[in-house]
């Protein structure tokens, strides 16, 4: 089955910084790549997701890019602010697999 | 809000009893998944339903179950517990088509059990 590492585990920062969350996945039939913000006592919320044909993509201050060749895709947040301290999870879903997450990263963004 | 409703927010009960969480999915969506969240574990999959059938099964224990009804909802029942299940408990919909990847999460069932 689908096995996706997730790295660093905490990362902090100061604000206006950017911060990179990086992962890797082992099934090469996985397709789509949802990132997640899990705000303190609330449910992970979709915030942007890439699919297998394309290699980056932007949505105002964060970015997702895919290497499918070594099956790593990343989360790059540029000019962070205070609010997006959370943790963050990527996911890999193939086909009517279910969607696995990663072990999460606690960002910390430093006023 | 992601249109995603989980009762009750939090639950307390103690060894060898049984519980029951409710979930609600967003409007129209079919899928209804159930996700344990531990601080050692992350976000586990438990279990999947589709329009009333079982679609996936994952590390779900025996003591565990789930169903989904024919309004959609669904609940995940579990019994015999140990101090081990302690855990947030997370429901998650999806709907059809081009979008049934995309999981909206409800806010969760914080289960302690003492």
């Known amino acids: 089955g689908e096995n996706v590492e997730q790295h660093p585990s905490t990362l902090s920062v100061q604000e206006g910084d950017s911060a990179v969350i990086k992962c890797t996945y082992s099934d090469s039939a996985s397709n789509y790549f949802p990132w997640y913000k899990q705000e303190l006592g609330k449910g992970p919320q979709l915030i942007i997701d890439?699919?297998?044909?394309?290699g980056e993509k932007k949505d105002q201050r964060i970015a997702v890019t895919l290497n499918k060749t070594a099956k790593h895709f990343s989360l790059h947040i540029t000019e962070t602010q205070p609010e997006d301290s959370a943790v963050y999870f990527c996911?890999?879903?193939?086909?009517?697999?279910?969607?696995?997450f990663g072990t999460g990263t606690r960002l910390l963004v430093s006023p | 809000d992601s249109g995603v409703t989980q009762t009750p927010k939090h639950l307390i009960t103690a060894t060898g009893q049984r519980v029951t969480l409710r979930c609600s999915p967003r409007?129209?969506?079919?899928?209804v998944y159930w996700y344990q969240q531990s601080l050692d574990q992350g976000l586990q999959f438990l279990i999947q339903?589709?329009?009333?059938?079982?679609?996936a099964k994952g590390n779900i224990l025996e003591r565990f179950s789930a169903q989904q009804f024919p309004d959609l909802h669904s609940e995940l029942n579990l019994s015999s517990l140990e101090l081990g299940d302690s855990a947030l408990y997370f429901c998650?919909?999806?709907?059809?088509?081009?979008?049934?990847?995309?999981?909206?999460f409800g806010s969760g069932t914080q289960l302690s059990v003492l």
């Open positions: 996911a890999a879903h193939h086909g009517f697999q279910k969607l696995v």
């Open positions: 890439i699919r297998s044909n394309v």
């Open positions: 339903y589709y329009n009333g059938e079982e679609r």
């Open positions: 998650a919909s999806s709907g059809t088509g081009s979008t049934n990847e995309k999981l909206f």
């Open positions: 409007s129209g969506d079919l899928s």
